[in-house]
């Protein structure tokens, strides 16, 4: 049974950095796609970025390209995503989940979830 842990998050101050993690078990994850989201109260799951778990390549959300970076250790079956210059507008509980679909931005791809962690950006 695959099961997905965020930890990390936290309570930072504007311009400040957080790194997420999510410890993934439960399975084989070299060719899944470990995606990033987060959602703010009131507002629509976001994907924020994403990584093949077998190559190491990422992509990620035009709202947070060049502040955020998604990496991944195979040995310890974790994902990272660290997130710097942090805003207000970041604010959001943050998921990491797995699909079996390269490449895909939207969550009903995505098969598995975290239960969140919540970051919170003060200004």
């Known amino acids: 049974q695959v099961q997905l842990v965020e930890s990390g998050g936290g ?48 992509t990620y959300a035009n709202s947070v390209k060049g502040r955020v970076a998604i990496s991944r250790d195979n040995a310890k079956n974790m994902v990272y995503l660290q997130m710097n210059s942090l805003k207000p507008e970041d604010t959001a509980v943050y998921y990491c989940a797995v699909s ?19 970051v919170t950006v003060s200004s």
Do not use: N
Request: glycine share 16%; with cysteine.
């Open 11 to 58: 309570l930072v101050q504007a311009g400040g950095s957080l790194r997420l993690s999510c410890a993934a078990s439960g399975r084989t994850f070299a060719r899944y796609y470990m995606g990033w989201f987060r959602q703010a109260p009131g507002k629509e799951r976001e994907f924020v970025g994403a990584i093949t778990w077998g190559s190491g390549s990422t």
């Open 100 to 118: 079996s679909t390269h490449g895909v931005t939207t969550p009903t791809y995505y098969d598995y979830w975290g239960q969140g962690t919540q």
